[in-house]
């Protein structure tokens, strides 16, 4: 039996085949999960649901704009239509806007504080209702950053929001443990995504010294985050609520 068999499962911003939220859509289907597919690219959700599903697995695609309190009302009208629960939430839908404080403007700091600080919660907030409505408990997985933890230059919008991202999951562990409802922070380093492939392509030299600067020397891939999002989602993880786990190649610990 798989590790989320018969859990019902949402992982959002999971649109880009080759991100965070696909590869953790992917192997939540691999262990057994339904799971909802959302982006704000739907043909992109679409492909990745679709995919799953020809792997012999259940998936299916939502649009969704995550800054939306309407998007996220009817995403969970329909999820419980369909299934009555959700076992699993994965608040993954992210974006960085990365600018020295001198070029941030406030449009840009209000698009990353919307996308990456009040999505977690719009998202927190339904699932945690849900989940006390069945009654059976839950996880929820937020994804941070290692930028949330200590300062990264060029990400004051985004880091700002990522350390609320951490904070906000703590509080709401608290809040919810005595109904069996987990809630932790994930908080990668840099992972080969197509993100990556601009800062490659934008400055090679520098990209390759950032590389050289890991204690492991290469970066992380997708399938190491998804990897700890299953770990949280599933039941190895139910003596676990309101941490913050890193995965970074070492970076922090320097």
């Given at each position: 039996?798989?590790?989320?068999?018969?859990r019902?499962a949402?992982?959002?911003?999971?649109?880009?085949?080759?991100?965070?939220?696909a590869?953790?859509?992917?192997?939540?289907?691999?262990?057994?999960?339904?799971?909802?597919?959302?982006?704000?690219?739907?043909?992109?959700?679409?492909?990745?649901?679709?995919?799953?599903?020809?792997s012999?697995?259940?998936?299916?695609?939502?649009?969704?704009?995550?800054?939306?309190?309407t998007?996220?009302?009817?995403?969970?009208?329909?999820?419980?239509?369909?299934?009555?629960r959700?076992?699993?939430?994965?608040?993954?839908?992210?974006?960085?806007?990365?600018?020295?404080?001198?070029?941030?403007?406030?449009?840009?700091?209000?698009?990353?504080?919307?996308?990456?600080?009040?999505?977690?919660?719009?998202?927190?907030?339904?699932?945690?209702?849900?989940?006390?409505?069945?009654?059976?408990?839950?996880?929820?997985?937020?994804?941070?950053?290692?930028?949330?933890?200590?300062?990264?230059?060029?990400?004051?919008?985004?880091?700002?929001?990522?350390?609320?991202?951490?904070?906000?999951?703590?509080?709401v562990?608290?809040?919810?443990?005595?109904?069996?409802?987990?809630?932790?922070?994930?908080h990668?380093?840099?992972?080969?995504?197509?993100?990556?492939?601009?800062?490659?392509?934008?400055?090679?030299?520098?990209?390759?010294?950032i590389?050289?600067?890991?204690?492991m020397?290469?970066?992380?891939?997708?399938?190491?985050?998804?990897?700890?999002?299953?770990?949280?989602a599933?039941?190895?993880?139910?003596?676990?609520?309101?941490?913050?786990f890193?995965?970074?190649?070492?970076?922090?610990?320097?």
């Amino acid at each position: 039996m798989g590790r989320l068999e018969g859990r019902i499962a949402l992982v959002t911003g999971a649109g880009n085949a080759r991100g965070l939220g696909a590869a953790t859509a992917r192997r939540f289907a691999e262990e057994g999960a339904f799971v909802y597919v959302t982006d704000l690219d739907l043909a992109g959700a679409e492909s990745v649901a679709a995919t799953i599903r020809e792997s012999g697995g259940q998936a299916e695609a939502h649009a969704q704009d995550v800054t939306s309190e309407t998007s996220w009302d009817a995403l969970f009208a329909a999820i419980e239509q369909g299934h009555g629960r959700l076992d699993v939430l994965v608040n993954n839908a992210g974006i960085a806007i990365l600018k020295p404080l001198e070029q941030l403007t406030a449009a840009d700091w209000e698009r990353q504080n919307r996308v990456n600080l009040d999505s977690v919660f719009y998202g927190t907030q339904r699932a945690v209702a849900l989940m006390r409505k069945v009654g059976e408990g839950g996880s929820i997985v937020n994804l941070s950053s290692i930028a949330g933890l200590v300062g990264v230059t060029m990400c004051g919008a985004y880091g700002a929001a990522k350390a609320g991202v951490r904070q906000f999951s703590k509080v709401v562990a608290l809040e919810c443990a005595a109904d069996q409802i987990r809630c932790n922070s994930v908080h990668p380093g840099m992972i080969e995504t197509a993100m990556q492939d601009v800062a490659r392509s934008d400055n090679p030299e520098g990209f390759k010294q950032i590389v050289g600067g890991i204690p492991m020397q290469r970066m992380g891939a997708p399938l190491d985050i998804a990897n700890m999002n299953l770990f949280l989602a599933s039941d190895e993880a139910n003596y676990i609520t309101g941490c913050e786990f890193v995965v970074d190649g070492g970076v922090t610990a320097m």
